[in-house]
């Protein structure tokens, strides 16, 4: 059994390639016989609005992909499902990783960062060289010496040495933090909490042990396995899937609206876009209509093998 989960964030309206993702997270959980968390990512402000939300869940639904916990109305144990209500958690988090010694305030910008990148240097990647780390790491740095008029993020400092875990998809990664990420962010400049800390957190608190996701992320998930160890906690296992291309080999996003949600559910059944899916990666020889339901005792992960970075859509 593996408790897994879907994570979207409410910034628009679900496209294929996030139903994917949701379809196999949940077959996932349903064929191991465990829980399916629907937990929402708000923690852009600007972005994130509550009516997505509740038209994800609509979609969910459509889908016939339920939920065990979580929401806009779910409350656990360990609160609300909503990342924008989870905050003391994260400062909590965040409080025992500065009493480590491993972390460090940072007021470079952007800017400056990829101006010190080499060329091709990160295939796109911005890796931090340090500029703001302190010599005597690692220590407790005193925050209160800090010039509070210049707003810094918070960062930590990664350690020279590979991250090593294993994806049920991708097989087994090693990823040297200092050379492919460096040190990474935690707690915005601007006080918002980064991606890496709250899906830490959260997912440990949620008792989550298998998250599934696009192998865009996979970088993250050392990044993340690196979080847990030093929080002490143990990290989920990880499933990081093929992203859906369109016909000219583009990676869909929100702005696809011919795979959006809205024009799916107009021109095809949930039967239609089900089977689409589950032919895509071979849980049926064929697209043919199906429910999600009907595909859990096909489910199995080798069937993903030998992994693939992007399918293109037919």
């Not at 492919?180 to 899906?199: H, K, M, P």
């Not at 609206?257 to 089977?275: A, D, N, P």
């Amino acid at each position: 059994m593996a408790t897994g989960r879907f994570a979207p964030s409410p910034t628009g309206r679900m496209h294929l390639g996030n139903v994917f993702t949701a379809l196999m997270s949940w077959l996932s959980a349903r064929a191991s016989g465990g829980k399916w968390i629907l937990r929402i990512e708000d923690l852009d402000p600007q972005r994130s609005r509550l009516d997505y939300a509740r038209i994800i869940e609509d979609d969910l639904c459509w889908l016939g992909l339920d939920w065990d916990e979580g929401g806009l109305d779910g409350r656990g144990v360990n609160g609300s499902y909503l990342q924008s209500l989870r905050h003391d958690f994260y400062r909590e988090a965040l409080s025992r990783l500065m009493e480590s010694g491993m972390t460090y305030p940072c007021t470079c910008r952007r800017a400056d960062i990829m101006a010190s990148q080499a060329p091709h240097q990160s295939d796109g990647r911005v890796i931090y060289r340090g500029t703001c780390r302190p010599d005597c790491l690692p220590a407790p740095y005193d925050y209160s010496a800090h010039d509070e008029g210049r707003k810094a993020a918070v960062r930590i400092a990664v350690p020279e040495e590979d991250i090593l875990f294993d994806d049920l998809v991708f097989g087994p990664q090693s990823v040297n933090l200092a050379r492919e990420c460096g040190d990474f962010i935690l707690r915005r400049a601007d006080g918002a909490w980064a991606y890496q800390l709250a899906v830490v957190v959260d997912d440990a608190a949620m008792g989550v042990e298998e998250v599934v996701r696009g192998c865009d992320l996979l970088l993250s998930a050392a990044q993340q396995t690196f979080l847990f160890r030093q929080l002490g906690l143990e990290p989920p296992r990880y499933a990081h899937l093929p992203l859906i291309c369109n016909r000219d080999g583009v990676r869909l996003s929100k702005r696809d609206q011919s795979m959006s949600m809205e024009e799916l559910r107009k021109r095809h059944t949930v039967e239609e876009v089900i089977g689409l899916l589950a032919s895509l990666v071979g849980l049926i020889p064929e697209a043919a209509p199906c429910t999600a339901a009907s595909l859990i005792p096909l489910f199995s992960w080798s069937k993903f093998h030998p992994a693939q970075e992007r399918i293109i859509m037919p």
